[in-house]
Nanobody, 121 residues
């Protein structure tokens, strides 16, 4: 199984920055895509950014130019650098990884427990 542990959330003023980290551990064969999602109160969970094992990123339009996703495959860790934060970025941020536990098995989604990001105006 795969365990994902997020860190780096907190309270920041508008215009500030935070860096989230998500480390994967456990027994698995390979991790494919790693993503960051967020869920604000009363809203659906939405994709913020994702990155393939080869390092190709994609972003939601709302964060393009402000957020940067990266990963360290040797450490099985994905990062989200968030700059110029806005109050509307306030949410619980979740890490997601698509992993295969053994060679030949299919990929399934694994989720972290979430980390709170609060941006004050």
């Amino acid at each position: 199984q795969v365990q994902l542990v997020e860190s780096g959330g907190g309270l920041v003023q508008a215009g500030g920055s935070l860096r989230l980290s998500c480390a994967a551990s456990g027994r698995f064969f390979r991790i494919n895509v790693m993503d960051w999602y967020r869920q604000a109160p009363g809203k659906q969970r939405e994709l913020v950014a994702g990155i393939t094992s080869g390092g190709s990123p994609n972003y939601a339009d709302s964060v393009k130019g402000r957020f940067t996703i990266s990963r360290d495959n040797a450490k099985n860790t994905v990062y989200l650098q968030m700059n110029n934060l806005k109050p509307e970025d306030t949410a619980v941020y979740y890490c997601n990884a698509q992993a295969a536990v053994v060679l030949g098995s299919g990929y399934r989604d694994y989720w972290g427990q979430g980390t709170q990001v609060t941006v004050s105006s």
